[in-house]
């Protein structure tokens, strides 16, 4: 789920393992009022996760400054393929 300072806040679709870059890209990127120093765009993102882009002069807010728990209870033993998942964010 991105929000904050995007051109398109929506929910995207990446794959395990994929960054937070990523996932603004997807989300049509910044607009010209992020601060993008708040964040790290190399994190590498979890399942449910908020990525908030926040804007300049705005700190992050609270409910989105930790990580969203992993909920989804994945049996890894049932992708014996070695394909990534793909994950909504």
Do not use: M
């Not at 679709?13 to 996932?23: H, L, S, T, W």
């Not at 990525?51 to 400054?65: D, G, N």
């Not at 209870?73 to 909504?88: A, I, L, P």
């Amino acid at each position: 789920d991105v929000k904050g300072s995007v051109s398109y806040p929506q929910v995207v679709e990446v794959k395990e393992g994929d960054i937070v870059q990523k996932a603004i890209n997807l989300a049509g990127g910044t607009n010209s009022v992020a601060d993008l120093n708040q964040l790290n765009l190399a994190e590498k993102l979890i399942p449910n996760q908020v990525v908030y882009v926040p804007f300049k002069s705005e700190k992050i807010p609270e409910q989105f400054l930790t990580k969203a728990k992993n909920i989804e209870n994945e049996d890894t033993s049932d992708n014996s393929s070695g394909s990534k998942k793909s994950h909504r964010y």
